[in-house]
């Protein structure tokens, strides 16, 4: 009995230790390990791969050596988020998604209104990773995609088990992980609010979890973990992040740039914590790769850029995701300068531009009868679709409302956007 009773004690708190790890990609990592000793070789094989490709000062922090490696100054990451759920609150809205977007890319090219929370000892290497992420919206098989998936599933909770990432398991198959990144949205059980796949693991499980509750800033999200951190934290992780304390008392993260700490921090910390000697300064507990709440993270290091950059480098393991053709220029952020007047096709015209709510549109050749024509609003979120049939057409769009939006035009062979803007 007494056996016993310890027994219950021992697993009491060896859950809630669990329960209490917000992030479970330390504990997938180490059970991959055990599982598969040859993935602790090559994640070897890679941090030496990292080491080299940083210390030779190679093309990743953008220089003017970028040419030498074919790194581009931005990195643009494609996104598929497969939605996982059970009931209606776990099947999170477009809105709820979009709002996700928009924290990463803000989080990874330091756009973070926040940023100026990140305390002055620490702003010298606080770093625009400049790395961009966007909502796939070409599939594996090149057919249009808004690069969300959403399936019912009969599972009620998840673990770290991957069962979401099949769906002979409940869950859904990935897509391609050398050209997109995947991101299961669904509920985790023991408190998990997310966790990632370790570079270099297993392709048909790369990819990120998510809790649904904690991803973006909109809809069914919950405090503290309301403002999209826990998804900036797990790709962190799957761009070859350490938690900053190395996983271990006084551990080493790989970065030159973070200080050493003890342990995770939590909360929200409003004063100096020295917890391994490296003081004045102490732990640098507003970082995105600590446990603290959403609202208390600002920033990544110059050498954590260094880092998760280094994987897209030739011969690393998230370089062919480079030539991936999974973003087009309509699931880019029109600020970004990647949508112009210029990728209009030359058969098209659209009139009058602006308008204040009638617009014809004109093509001289129709490739099909069924040319679909998609109107989005600058969030990337489709507004108003149309079919093309006739070589003019009229169309009211005075629902909208005043802004500037982009038209889709595919006829089946050809794809263009355009501006229009909408008095």
């Not at 016993?4 to 479970?24: E, G, K, P, T």
């Not at 992040?241 to 050493?260: E, I, K």
């Not at 490296?278 to 507990?285: A, I, L």
């Not at 993270?297 to 280094?310: D, I, P, S, W």
Request: aromatic share 8%.
């Amino acid at each position: 009995m007494r056996i016993f009773l310890l027994f219950m004690v021992f697993s009491f708190f060896s859950l809630l230790a669990y329960s209490q790890s917000q992030c479970a990609s330390a504990e997938y990592r180490m059970e991959l390990f055990k599982r598969s000793p040859a993935f602790a070789g090559k994640a070897a094989s890679i941090e030496s791969f990292t080491k080299k490709i940083i210390n030779s000062h190679l093309q990743v922090t953008n220089d003017s050596a970028g040419s030498i490696t074919g790194m581009p100054k931005i990195i643009t990451i494609p996104v598929v988020v497969h939605i996982l759920y059970n009931n209606a609150a776990q099947n999170i809205s477009d809105a709820q998604i979009l709002s996700q977007i928009d924290v990463l890319n803000k989080d990874y090219q330091r756009q973070n209104a926040d940023s100026v929370n990140t305390p002055e000892v620490f702003k010298p290497v606080a770093a625009d990773c400049e790395i961009r992420f966007a909502l796939a919206n070409v599939d594996p098989q090149g057919k249009t995609s808004s690069g969300i998936i959403r399936k019912y599933t009969s599972i009620q909770g998840f673990s770290i088990n991957d069962d979401m990432k099949s769906a002979a398991s409940g869950g859904d198959d990935g897509w391609d992980p050398n050209q997109y990144l995947n991101i299961w949205v669904c509920n985790l059980v023991s408190g998990v609010l997310g966790y990632s796949s370790i570079p270099g693991g297993p392709t048909e499980k790369d990819g990120v979890v998510l809790q649904y509750s904690v991803f973006g800033t909109t809809g069914n999200v919950q405090a503290p973990f309301n403002k999209g951190r826990t998804a900036t934290h797990e790709i962190g992780h799957w761009l070859n992040l350490l938690h900053t304390w190395g996983d271990a008392d006084c551990g080493d993260d790989h970065v030159a740039d973070t200080p050493p700490q003890r342990a995770a921090n939590r909360g929200c910390p409003d004063a100096i914590r020295i917890t391994c000697g490296q003081g004045p300064n102490g732990d640098m507990y507003m970082n995105y790769m600590d446990f603290t709440n959403d609202a208390c993270m600002n920033l990544f290091t110059t050498g954590q850029k260094e880092r998760m950059r280094a994987l897209f480098a030739p011969g690393g393991v998230r370089n062919a995701m480079l030539s991936s053709n999974a973003v087009t220029a309509l699931a880019l952020h029109p600020s970004q300068g990647l949508v112009s007047d210029n990728n209009i096709h030359p058969t098209i015209q659209i009139f009058p531009n602006p308008t204040a709510g009638t617009v014809f549109i004109r093509t001289s050749a129709l490739s099909t009868m069924a040319s679909q024509l998609d109107i989005f609003n600058e969030l990337g979120q489709k507004m108003m679709s149309f079919q093309l049939d006739q070589h003019m057409q009229q169309f009211d769009i005075s629902r909208l409302k005043p802004g500037l939006y982009y038209i889709h035009f595919n006829d089946g062979k050809n794809q263009s956007v355009t501006k229009l803007i909408k008095n």
